[in-house]
């Protein structure tokens, strides 16, 4: 056989065993080893190594002599290839179940039941603040945070829990992908989550929200597990669907009113405008001021030793009138001014 020959027998050979020997698959998420976690409404699952030779499951309530005492509950397993965690049977009953020997004593853990849990959350990046229910400007970059304890079983069979993230666009569109700020489109369909809590952007998956893609309004946001048909048999907000929570996609933040100038209303002191009174309309008789009692002298004459003739002021009240409306004459105060005195000078020449 010649070198030439040999190396295509070698290369022949190689190929065939590389054929012949299959590679080793990981094992299915169904596959359950023994004290695992399994969660209600979990079906089709298998058990085998969990149950062993058993066919029966028994659980205890906290704090009970597991030992000596007979379980509180138990279920049986026909087939445990395809084992079903029913809600009916598991969901009062979650923690240890025991594998029941035949003559329902515990033998060994079987398997660790627990209530699935699922939230989801928006996360801006480009500002490092939690936008759930909140708003975002448009143009940031967004991921997810999924809150849940499915993540255990990742440790336990070879994958993480499938959650898939579903973002509704405001016209009612739906998204089960995403495209980030280089403009490539990530899926959001059964992400594995393998840790408690799990941010999206670890997987790649972040969502641009300035993308002419995505209009501007509100978005609605929410999570589901199908684990093994888990949210088909166990349909429960919170569990096996996350509650939905809203994200606001806009410019401006929607506590300014865009367009709008709000000013706050100046109040302004105002008094009842007064009312002029009337000018008074004058009477027919008007009151003109008494004058006070004024005295007129009158000439008084007396006779001196010299013959000589003194001409002294006699005085005379003069009595006070009340002048009505008509006023009077020009001269008046004159005229009885001169009457008296021509009275003094009469009785002067009578004296003599």
């Not at 809150?147 to 499938?162: C, D, E, K, V, W």
């Not at 865009?258 to 009151?287: C, D, H, K, L, Y």
């Not at 002298?297 to 009138?321: C, D, K, R, Y």
Request: aromatic share 8%; glycine share 6%.
């Amino acid at each position: 056989m010649t070198p030439k020959t040999m190396e295509i027998f070698l290369v022949l050979f190689i190929f065939s065993v590389c054929i012949l020997v299959p590679a080793q698959a990981a094992p299915p998420i169904s596959t359950v080893p023994q004290g695992g976690t399994v969660f209600v409404g979990e079906q089709g699952l298998d058990i085998t190594s969990a149950i062993g030779t058993d066919s029966r499951i028994g659980w205890w309530a906290s704090g009970a002599a597991i030992t000596s005492s007979a379980p509180d509950q138990t279920v049986a397993v026909p087939n445990p290839t395809s084992f079903f965690v029913t809600p009916n049977a598991f969901t009062s009953y979650t923690g240890n179940w025991y594998r029941l020997d035949a003559s329902g004593k515990a033998d060994g853990i079987a398997f660790n039941v627990l209530d699935p849990q699922l939230a989801v959350q928006v996360y801006d990046t480009s500002l490092s603040l939690d936008r759930t229910n909140d708003w975002v400007p448009t143009g940031d970059q967004v991921r997810f945070t999924i809150n849940s304890n499915l993540y255990t079983i990742s440790s336990q069979r070879g994958q993480g829990a499938p959650v898939t993230i579903y973002v509704q666009a405001p016209d009612g569109a739906q998204y089960s992908s995403v495209v980030d700020a280089g403009g490539i489109s990530h899926s959001m369909v059964e992400i594995p989550v393998t840790s408690n809590p799990f941010y999206t952007d670890s997987a790649g998956i972040t969502w641009n929200t300035g993308n002419p893609l995505y209009t501007q309004g509100t978005y609605t946001v929410w999570a589901e597990c199908n684990m093994n048909h888990m949210k088909d048999n166990y349909l429960v907000t919170g569990k096996t669907i996350s509650t939905q929570i809203t994200i606001l996609d806009q410019d401006v933040n929607p506590l300014i009113r865009s367009g709008v100038t709000t000013t706050n209303p100046t109040v302004i002191a105002t008094t009842p405008p007064s009312t002029p009174r009337p000018t008074p309309i004058p009477t027919t008789e008007t009151r003109i001021p008494t004058p006070s009692p004024t005295t007129s002298t009158a000439p008084f004459v007396t006779t001196t030793s010299m013959n000589t003739i003194e001409v002294t002021p006699a005085a005379t009240n003069l009595p006070v009138q009340t002048v009505s409306s008509a006023t009077a004459a020009p001269g008046f105060d004159v005229m009885v001014t001169t009457i008296a005195l021509l009275m003094g000078i009469a009785l002067c020449k009578k004296k003599i």
